[in-house]
């Protein structure tokens, strides 16, 4: 690879929110690194009519935890035909597109943060190209990449934790592998103190403060169990999303109880999350290192089958968390149980934001990113955040 490259394209998928928020970090990423950065949606380039029935049968499936738990452990980890049909439906239109956009706009970067768009990636390096092949990276932030995501031919796979980086050996045992910190926002890393985030919103300072989420699709009881804890005097920060029916339920609710602080889909959440006592959420990767950076404790909602499962071992693993099934009465049993012993000021937890270093890092030790341009005094020589086959074994 040649050195000093200059365009990326950065693929992700419009299936919630996290693809976009890990897209945006790593736009963000190689603005400052001094590339001009294109995204595409994998979702989208599939087509109008694909793209909303990809998106109807995912959060079927998903509402349906039997079914997605079947299809996730026993074809999407194990590979298989049923994997195989779904990568050959959506990369036989992905490819050919990518293609025609590769030869009218060539990049010198070719990076997704989307399982889909990894595997067309690997598939236009057989491809006949009149463009330069670009250089090839898939980000992952799961605990356990399952077969859609590993493909031989990628230049690189940057996850965020050894477990991860065992679960890409499993489907390809040479792959290069970059293990580097959880991508967070700089909003985290800057979040108010718990005083200045309560003050701010208005709230009293020596109240129980829990922030309640569901994802982007607002998932699980959360009226209900916004409810309820209110009933018990906690201030409930809630945040529908973009699911207006819950909107609306939150707004029922707060009119009856001003313990019930509702939001919609807001750019606040690093406020609120300094705020809380307890952050309740969903099992997505984002939201849990999130929170870990304003240093909040966290109870896990299992409603997302599949990966979410495995996410939430993972941070059941890293401490400092805490799970429930999303039954409303054992919910809130478990989230009062938990303020409970919560109860002295959290203390402030961030620690150093190295995304960008670490991400440049990855980056250099497969010749993308010249050392001398690293935001840092390290160099690419530095690669004990590098996993390679001979490392460890």
């Not at 990568?87 to 989307?114: C, I, K, M, N, Y």
């Not at 916004?226 to 339920?249: H, S, T």
């Amino acid at each position: 690879m040649t050195v000093g490259r200059q365009r990326a394209l950065v693929l992700t998928g419009d299936l919630g929110m996290g693809h976009h928020v890990i897209t945006e970090i790593v736009v963000g990423s190689l603005d400052r690194l001094g590339w001009s950065t294109e995204v595409l949606d994998c979702m989208s380039l599939l087509g109008r009519l694909p793209s909303k029935v990809g998106d109807w049968v995912f959060r079927r499936l998903t509402a349906t935890p039997t079914l997605y738990d079947g299809i996730h452990f026993s074809h999407f980890r194990p590979g298989g035909g049923l994997a195989s049909a779904v990568d050959w439906g959506a990369t036989s239109r992905l490819v050919p597109v990518l293609d025609r956009h590769l030869q009218e706009h060539p990049v010198d970067l070719l990076a997704s943060t989307f399982a889909t768009g990894s595997s067309a990636i690997a598939k236009l390096t057989a491809v006949k190209r009149t463009y330069e092949r670009p250089a090839t990276v898939a980000l992952c932030t799961d605990v356990s990449p399952h077969w859609l995501w590993v493909w031989e031919g990628l230049d690189l796979f940057m996850v965020t934790s050894p477990a991860a980086a065992a679960a890409v050996r499993r489907y390809s045992p040479r792959a290069p592998i970059a293990v580097v910190p959880p991508p967070v926002r700089h909003a985290f890393h800057e979040a108010p103190s718990q005083h200045d985030a309560r003050v701010a919103l208005g709230l009293d300072p020596s109240a129980r403060c829990a922030l309640v989420m569901g994802g982007g699709w607002g998932l699980g009881p959360l009226a209900a169990t916004a409810r309820a804890l209110a009933d018990e005097g906690v201030v409930v920060l809630v945040v529908a999303g973009r699911n207006p029916k819950l909107a609306q339920a939150l707004a029922r609710e707060a009119s009856r109880q001003p313990l019930v602080v509702p939001f919609g889909f807001t750019d606040q959440i690093p406020t609120l999350m300094a705020a809380a006592d307890l952050v309740v959420t969903t099992p997505g990767a984002t939201t849990c290192s999130e929170a870990r950076v304003v240093g909040r404790p966290l109870m896990l909602l299992d409603v997302i089958p599949g990966h979410g499962r495995d996410n939430i071992q993972h941070e059941l693993e890293l401490g400092n968390a805490d799970v429930c099934d999303p039954d409303p009465a054992r919910l809130v049993d478990s989230v009062l149980f938990a303020l409970q012993r919560s109860v002295a000021p959290v203390p402030d937890q961030r620690v150093a934001d190295r995304w960008d270093e670490r991400f440049a890092e990855a980056l250099a030790v497969v010749g993308i990113v010249p050392a001398e341009r690293l935001p840092s005094a390290t160099t690419a020589d530095d690669t004990r955040f590098v996993t390679t086959p001979e490392e460890t074994h």
